[in-house]
């Protein structure tokens, strides 16, 4: 592997909590990757006012990010614009998987905020057995078959237009306003609420507040997937990470930070959590490069 895919410590989302790790990683020396698929917390970027940040009053979520950013980035971390697919645990190296390519790291901090919305019904069951959350690296098993993307990120408008390219019929749910123009046959853009997914082993139906609509695949993006599917065998504490009060998970090497690990979903908590997680991590990689 390239030396430039490998890091001492991979932080996996770019909100407070992982641009907070970042910053402190960098200033403790440490060679530092930050994987960001979208734009750094789309989430709080919307948010018109933020009220509650220790010496910032009233600036927008948009402008905060900006400064996050703006602060985070100048120490040098490695950005890379791609999503985390997987996480596999090696000997004192973890390898992370995205659709593009691989990369390594000593220690890996989550800082991937929360899962938005409720999973739907059949979501977790059907998942790898016709449901996915990446078109790039699962779309060529649905070559000449049906296939819906339910997408809460425009990031699924690339990804369905992907699709369209191998599939028969592509139905797209987006479940945000924009415009669709360039979503050409064979895509259908549907306006509707998906409810289920369907199926006896494999996805077999979608069903939306409109219609049933018989597929083979359901895509869903979102900008951030349950944690067990990055990581499997992660312990949770009912839907988040069960962190100890150093951050560190139950697989040593990582931790996690931010929404990730429960409420309250707050800034100040995010960027605190991703301070400690940092540190708890150096210390992690410093015993193992002794050992
Ligand atoms: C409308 C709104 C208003 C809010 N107002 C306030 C407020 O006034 N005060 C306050 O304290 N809090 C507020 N919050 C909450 C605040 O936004 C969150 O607590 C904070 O953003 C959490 O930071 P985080 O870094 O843990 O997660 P996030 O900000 O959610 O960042 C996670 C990042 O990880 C990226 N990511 C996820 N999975 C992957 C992957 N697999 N690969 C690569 N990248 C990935 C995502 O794209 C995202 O950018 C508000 C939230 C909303 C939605």
Redesign the pocket.
């Given at each position: 592997m390239a030396e430039d895919n490998k890091f001492d410590i991979a932080i996996?989302?770019?909100?407070?909590?992982?641009?907070?790790a970042a910053l402190t990683g960098r200033i403790r020396n440490k060679n530092i990757a930050v994987?960001?698929?979208?734009?750094?917390?789309?989430?709080?970027q919307?948010?018109?006012?933020?009220?509650?940040?220790l010496g910032l009053p009233e600036v927008s979520?948009k402008g905060l990010m900006q400064h996050f950013t703006g602060h985070a980035l100048a120490h040098g971390p490695k950005l890379v614009k791609?999503?985390?697919?997987n996480v596999f645990p090696g000997d004192n190296m973890f390898t992370l998987l995205?659709p593009q390519t691989t990369y390594e790291a000593k220690a890996v901090i989550f800082?991937?905020?929360?899962v938005?919305t409720l999973l739907f019904e059949g979501e977790r069951e059907l998942l790898g057995r016709g449901v996915s959350y990446c078109a790039t690296c699962d779309g060529r098993m649905f070559d000449g078959k049906d296939v819906a993307v339910i997408s809460y990120?425009e990031e699924g408008e690339n990804e369905t237009v992907f699709l369209s390219e191998l599939c028969r019929n592509v139905y797209f749910l987006p479940q945000y306003k924009g415009d669709f123009a360039r979503m050409r046959a064979p895509i259908k853009v549907l306006s509707a609420k998906p409810k289920a997914i369907v199926g006896d082993g494999q996805v077999e139906k979608l069903v939306t507040d409109k219609e049933e609509i018989k597929l083979h695949g359901v895509f869903i993006m979102r900008?951030?997937?349950p944690v067990e599917n990055?990581l499997p065998g992660l312990e949770l504490d009912g839907e988040v990470i069960k962190v100890n009060r150093d951050m560190s998970t139950s697989i040593p090497g990582v931790f996690a930070?931010?929404?990730?690990t429960g409420k309250?979903?707050?800034?100040?908590?995010?960027?605190g959590?991703?301070l400690v997680a940092v540190l708890s991590a150096i210390t992690y990689i410093d015993k193992v490069d002794l050992a």
């Open positions: 996996i989302g770019g909100g407070p909590a992982g641009l907070s994987f960001e698929h979208l734009d750094f917390s789309e989430k709080l919307k948010a018109h006012k933020v009220d509650n940040y979520g791609e999503k985390v697919m995205t800082a991937t905020g929360v938005s990120t900008q951030s997937d990055l930070a931010g929404d990730c309250p979903w707050q800034i100040a908590k995010a960027t959590e991703g």
